[in-house]
Structure formats: C-alpha cells, structure tokens
C-alpha cells in the first residue's frame, strides 16, 4: 500500500520568511496529492491540492510543486505570518471517491513575529 | 468547499459504555466516507471506510466489532465505540470525498472522546 513520508517534523521561522514542507510517497499509482492545516482542537483544513498532470499549483502565498518521477512533493508558503502556525499534513491517494487518503506524519509549523 | 459536520464534538464517558458519533455531509452526497483516529501529536490514521448501504472495510489493527460503523444514507455514517476502554479515548474525524474528477476530501471538525 501506499506510504507517505514528510520533513521536517517542526519547522520554526520568523514572520515573513518562507517554509518548505517535503513529502515522499511509494505508490507510482498515486496521482491526487492534497494539503492539510489542521489548528489545534479542529479537523483538518484543504488547503491545496495538485494532481499528476500538473508540476506545480499556486494559490497566492502557498504553492505545491510535484516530481512524480521522483515520487516526491512540496509545499511551499512565502512570506509567512503568525496565524500560519499550525500542524500541516501532506496525503497522497488515487484520485477516485472510493479511495482513503494516506498521511504523512505531519509537519509543526512556527511562525514567530 | 463542501461542509462535513459531526456529533458530537466532544464526550466523556464511563469505562465499558458505548458511544455513538455521527458524520454528515451537509451539502453534498458521499457514497463513501473515512474514518479516522489522532492521537495527540500524531498523524491521522485511518480506521475504515465507510460505504453506503454496505459492510465497512476496516484497515488492519481495527477491531470491526469494537467500532461499529453504519453508513445509512449518502449524507450519514455513525461510529459507535462499544465497551468503550480509556485507550480508546482520542480524536475521532470523519471525512467524506466529493466524487467526479474534484476528489476534494472534506473532513468534520472531530470528537474528542475521552474514557474514564
């Protein structure tokens, strides 16, 4: 089955800095590639996605980029502010409505001002 | 997006209680939903797939008698905790997946469950 690994951890910046998450995933098969912020207490948020047909999404200060050879994805957020601090979770899964996403581990972010 | 509620959004109960959690998708019909559990800092692990009008599948380590799962409508799936147990206690999140070539998958905002 499908397995998903992301880097860092915890990741801490000052305000106005970039972040970059990374993520890793096994199954060639694989081809929906979604972002989750999840704050303390709450579900987890959609925050962008990107699917195999397409190297890199941009959604004003968050973009992901995908290297499906290399079987691996980034989030990247520019110019970062307090209220991005959150856990974010990178999932991959085969883009059908059956189908469960798998996670990775997550990543803390800290944006301090 | 489309909008995933649950019921409750947090309970406390006894040790060897059952609990129910309810999962709706509010403005969208979803053929099939998600189940899963969070630890404190951890990631979401998926529990089962729920699938209306039929058995649910349940990943491997998942007691299927322990969480009952009913998926009666295209916009309801229920997880019962039975003879709830204090390492039970954890985040319980539903999601639901819009189906055509969107594939968003919408998640609840969760149910603290805790066991005494």
């Known amino acids: 089955g499908e397995n998903v690994e992301q880097h860092p951890s915890t990741l801490s910046v000052q305000e106005g800095d970039s972040a970059v998450i990374k993520c890793t995933y096994s199954d060639s098969a694989s081809n929906y590639f979604p972002w989750y912020k999840q704050e303390l207490g709450k579900g987890p948020q959609l925050i962008i996605d990107?699917?195999?047909?397409?190297g890199e999404k941009k959604d004003q200060r968050i973009a992901v980029t995908l290297n499906k050879t290399a079987k691996h994805f980034s989030l990247h957020i520019t110019e970062t502010q307090p209220e991005d601090s959150a856990v974010y979770f990178c999932?991959?899964?085969?883009?059908?409505?059956?189908?469960?996403?798998?996670f990775g581990k997550g990543t803390t972010l800290s944006v301090s001002s | 997006g489309a909008v995933v509620s649950q019921h409750p959004s947090r309970v406390i109960c006894k040790s060897g209680t059952s609990v129910k959690i309810e999962c709706r998708s509010l403005?969208?019909?979803?053929?099939?939903m998600f189940w899963y559990r969070q630890f404190p800092k951890q990631s979401l692990m998926l529990m089962a797939t729920?699938?209306?009008?039929?058995?649910?599948?349940?990943e491997q380590g998942v007691e299927k008698d322990k969480f009952l799962i009913n998926h009666a409508s295209l916009t309801l799936s229920t997880l019962t905790v039975t003879s709830a147990h204090p390492e039970d206690s954890s985040f319980y999140i539903c999601?639901?997946?819009?189906?055509?070539?969107?594939?968003?998958?919408?998640f609840g905002p969760g149910t603290r469950l805790t066991v005494l």
């Open positions: 999932a991959a899964s085969y883009n059908q409505a059956g189908t469960a996403l798998i």
């Open positions: 999601s639901a997946r819009a189906g055509g070539p969107s594939g968003e998958q919408f």
């Open positions: 403005d969208f019909q979803a053929t099939t």
């Open positions: 990107i699917r195999s047909n397409v």
């Open positions: 729920s699938n209306e009008g039929s058995k649910a599948t349940y």
